[in-house]
């Protein structure tokens, strides 16, 4: 049973299309960066709720989601639909083990997020420990076109902020741009495309690798890091990667 709270909207940004983030005004307690929480509305007298990430690192206010609109999804049209002061209802508490603690420290940190999943990564970059834990943060993030780039000035202070430490890379399956790869991630790692474009080498010694986002892009990056020696995480045995699937 999930315990509920009130919270109210208190920012709406319509990126492009169907991407939107909302802000939310409620009392979260505390939550680790690369969380996700619980968001509903009262649907036709139904409380409909689905988990996400977000994109707040935990010393800042207010709360805040980044989704995209499934036209036939339950939730999501209503969500998009919702304005300033509108009431949502969030779970009492944050939920999830896609942080930094299960992540092992090496020499090199990849972040790789299709769509949405942005999100999760720029909340854990907010904060010191993986900048204090890694030498190289590289994140990666695959959209279909230069519209789903969203978020760019929260990652154009984090390049200011970490210069030299810092490499973000976007990757485009549908449209071209000067500053993006082209491909999908999972062929950017096969061509040897991506770790040129990063100037590191994807290893066992080097890189601990956070996959976000959907399901077809886990599996292949997964196929491809267990053919090249490097295995899941797990408490009981410290591993390469971790993962976290939206859909
Ligand atoms: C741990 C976790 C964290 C999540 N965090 C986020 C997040 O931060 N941002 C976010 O956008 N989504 C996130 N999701 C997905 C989210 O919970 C919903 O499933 C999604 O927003 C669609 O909700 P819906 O009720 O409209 O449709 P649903 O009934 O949930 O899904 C309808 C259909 O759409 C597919 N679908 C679900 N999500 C997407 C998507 N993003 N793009 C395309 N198709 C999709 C589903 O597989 C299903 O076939 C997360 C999921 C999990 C498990």
Redesign the pocket.
């Known amino acids: 049973m999930v315990d509920w709270i009130e919270g109210r909207i208190s920012g709406k940004r319509h990126w492009s299309q169907a991407l939107y983030s909302l802000q939310i005004d409620a009392p979260l307690t505390d939550f680790q960066a690369g969380q ?1 929480i619980k968001v509903a509305l009262d649907v036709d007298g139904e409380r ?1 709720g ?4 977000l994109v707040n690192a935990p010393q800042e206010q207010p709360l805040e ?4 609109e ?1 036209p ?6 209503k969500l998009s639909d919702l304005e300033i002061g509108d009431r949502i209802w969030i779970s009492a508490k944050a939920s ?1 083990v896609f942080t930094m603690d299960n992540v092992v420290s090496r020499r090199d940190l990849w972040m790789l997020a299709t ?2 999943a942005l ?2 990564f720029l909340s854990i970059l907010k904060t010191a420990e993986p900048w204090e834990r890694f030498e190289r943060i590289i994140l990666v993030h695959g959209a279909r076109n230069t519209g789903e780039l969203a978020y760019g000035e929260t990652i154009a202070e984090l390049q200011a902020k970490h210069e030299g430490a810092f490499t973000f890379i976007s990757a485009l399956t549908r449209d071209s741009s000067e500053t993006a790869l082209q491909g999908r991630i999972t062929n950017l790692l096969e061509n040897g495309v991506l770790e040129d474009a990063a100037g590191a080498k994807i290893t066992t010694n080097d890189s601990h690798l956070m996959l976000c986002g959907n399901s077809e892009m886990i599996k292949d990056v997964r196929a491809w890091l267990e053919a090249h020696g490097l295995h899941r995480h797990k408490r009981t045995e410290p591993g390469h990667y971790t993962t ?4």
């Open positions: 996700y409909v689905r988990p996400y990430s989601i980044y989704f995209n499934v036939e999804g339950p939730l999501t049209p999830g769509g949405t999100g999760v976290e699937q939206y859909h």
